[in-house]
């Protein structure tokens, strides 16, 4: 039985607000259960020092976490001057995951930064921001288009992630915080509307797993992902 | 003609969502017209160092904005590695405020840290910030009556804040960013509801300006806050 | 009675020795009783890139406090890899001031900048560091004057500050260290010599104030400020 | 066919020097091919504060490159002041994979450090780190064990990492720098020898693939992990 | 012919003020000609984590440079975030000179910190903050010699540097500004008043040297130092 | 009696393998005993910023340690965000010494970096990566002139290092850990293939020093260089 009383394959119910902020080309909140992120797509008319002339835009993404998001205050990141590992390690996956669904020619020689910020946490903050960031590029890029800035849509299939992991023996669906806290192992999966996979990564936390496992969760992931797919389309009117 | 339509000494629309967030102690978003700022309160049952053992609490706050808040993207102060002094400046304001109502030695040992995140903004965040964290700090401090962690309540008057200034030759209240932007010289004004002012903070922009101009501002922040005060009551719930 | 035995609106001993270092454009040593601060103004061609090809000049300021310049030494910023909020908050009130009295078009695609670094503490740094800088920066604009880079004086008045506060019930002028850890309120007053107002900042500690107190503290201010503005001319050789 | 010549699951050459260096209590140089990493494992006496008190160890792992291990050089990240992302997204990967082997209560009240230092790159460098650690983890280990300071082994099986990516549309064991830069897919597998899997990590790079390419990676993985671990158990003198 | 019109055994003129600063417990403004140092001595009673308990004291230094001391302006370290090579270079070796003449366990468990801030720069600030140092540290010592903390004088000996290079193949003693950029070799020579050495550094600029000119560099500064020795006793009032 | 049993006028095994890794322009293994650094040579076609379009190239060096090169484990400078004093007073002694022996205008507008990486350290990792910097940016040069781009070479001489010092009473060559720990005074000698010397630094630690025994020392060091030279030579095939 899980905490909340979900069925193993129920995903928290997936709410996306489409346009949350004023100033952002493209913007969400996404919530999945009590977990909530903002997500803002900013255009730039310039691409990073490596691709300049090149003839190619490029998406990239930053993550951070409000300090009262979580159960106990975290320290502020800008206070203590660093971002912590895990906040690397999760913009560097959110980005990686965008630009899996787009076409970097056709975008042209500029910059959309997908900025997820976490206002509450209860577990699955990086899977929430890649499916919110899809949307919040949807929109910038449907703004670009509607400008004609854009003739030809860079954006090829839809991303989407959700976490999976196994919770007192059973795979489950869409970990919250106190499953996430307590489950033998648990994976984040980033998947594509065209049935691809993008990413996998799946730790082990005191258990492993093996291949049967991990096939068991990518079934639950492939679930998951359909209905956000479902609410993605909805928030960005299409 | 103020660019909003708005009467020299007219308010942008307050809204107080108390309990705006799941985990803090206190919380509440705040909105002066466009600018939305999420204020927590969290309680830690410690003390900074200087303070240990002292028998005394400790009231502080932290100040960021989100990337995109604003107009154009900024750029994230955790990547740069810190804080800029304009957001130190603005998070010591914030702390002083607060710490005017808060009587420190029926406080106790403990520290409550405000943190207020501006989600959008259109001028006027620090005195949103203030003004909210009045209201989060409040119903943090009632938890603590509630739970009989306090029996005295340390806190000793309402403080608010607004800005002021003079635009175009006429002086007034609430400065939106078109006019923060354009105004010949503006005020924050932090003010008690006894009556009293905690900080009085005006610079000249381009012009001066005299005592006659620092009533007149004092004046409006004066109306303003009144209605501030009239707000929080309401949020707060009493 | 103040400590110092001084009338309420009795400014301690100014005095400004010009020309204090050999290398800078302008410089000069400010004493404000035991405060002594030296001020350098350093002459660039070149301007910050928010400015460039604007034809338009900057002044700005830095502040530091040598690490034994207090009753306790106090950890160096350098060591430590940042300058303190307090650091950020003087040095930008610092730069705002003089940039109040300086015509950036007549200055031209030049930056200057006033270093103001406390030698010995006893109340008062910013006031002195700002009183100080108009010298400093007098003296080198008069050197770019005299060598014929500059034609037309970019100085449009004389800028200087000092502290009053409400001490044991009585506001008074000039605030020395052990009045300044005791005030009820404090506040710094920026004044310029035609009569207007650049900067107010008062600060209730303990106590707050109201309007009535806020002038009785901008009239000390212009006593104070009167003499300042005398000791200034005479230092710039006026 | 494979720039090296290497059939689709073949290693490259597995060489593992234990005791490379004099001072660690456990130490390897371990080389995939022309990617050689120098692995050291310190004991200290004491464990990081979140673990005090509570009777159990600690495994942690941190990682560099030397600026010239590529074939251009990369700037130090010492005198930039901070490691990157993938630096530290690659070190919590070591240590978690390592602590998926090491009882901790075991252990006592002690921190064993793998410092893991590329000293020539060519793909693979973080696999080599995880498959190096281990030997140098169960070296440290014997030595505590021979000098009775642990009674019991803590260490609960071999761990064991390798690449695996899709190159031209084929499925490649051990990738290197070549290949690496050009899979359409490739992922880390850490893999213990009681058949578990503690991590996979597949990333697609322009393509994207499925659940019957992730386990074709695995199946791989798997060959190339036995070797591995039989290399371990030579070096380690088992 | 030094440009200066000095003989090549001429040193500057040395002035050395004692209690420059009202609140240090010993200091001085120390001149080698336009070369100006500010030198502070602070007592705290405490010591370094390492000599902890140990019955023993330490003596340690800190040197900077005011932005303008020099003939262009240098970016101020705490600004920057860091103390160059160069600072940290500099105030190990006044460290270690004065270190060179004090009995740490006559001086008990308390730490000296000597701050030397250059006022302004001609060539030979490093050598002039070793010899200030040592009035600054003979000052502290005496006050805590007078007010009965220490009862025997942990100073064993005086300390002095000076400078001496090759300038147009002659060895000259105490290199100002223009003769330090063109010297082929300079060298700082740390002495004692008992005739022993503490520290040489020589370095050869372009050109190297031998044994012999070696020997005549430190003939010159066995010249320098004896007026500085003299200079010291004075100002410490011996 | 030295621990080692060396003579005090021995070196240690000096052995020096060049080409210990693959990417490099130059590079080398260099042991002096148990003390083992690995230097990389590194070619940009690019100059620091102060040297553009000057006609120059320019010879820079950086140092490192691995954490455990040493007894103890040492915390990694990249992680703690920046490098000590001792390693950028090092890196910039390395730097010096080789600047020394190179025509800055024959090796025309290009940089060669030179990275010096101590493996494992037992006294002397400073002279040793001196020494095989020498023999990295010989076969770095050779590698240029080989290839053409380079047709007069601009290395004008060999240099080499070595520290020496007084242990127990007897002056020493080459001091190991232990030496150094105890050494009354050490200094560090570097030395050009023609009989000049391009930096001498003799520090007095616990006693001092006379000319004397500076003299005594630099003999030692001239043994000590000899050998060194012998073995650069070979070792890079001259």
Redesign the interface.
Known sequence: MRPSGRAPDQMRAIIIEPNA????EG?CMISFG?TRV?V?A?I?ERVPPFLRGKGQGWVTA?Y?M????????GS????K???S?????I??LIG?SLR?VCDMTLLGERQI?L?C?V????GGTRTASISGAWVALRLAVDKLLAEGRLTADPITAQVAAVSCGIYEGTPVLDLDYIEDSNAHAD?NFVL?S???????????EG?????AA??DL?RLARIGCSEIFAAQLKAAGR
């Open positions: 902020t004023r100033h952002a913007s009590d903002l803002t900013s730039e930053e951070g409000l300090p009262r998001a979580t159960h106990t205050r502020r990141e800008a206070a001057g660093k971002q590992g895990r906040t690397q390690e913009q560097r990686r899996a930064t900025d910020d206002i509450q946490a209860d994976g594509l065209n049935g691809n996979i993008a990413e996998t990564q799946a730790t082990a258990a492993t797993y093996d291949e991990l096939l990518l």
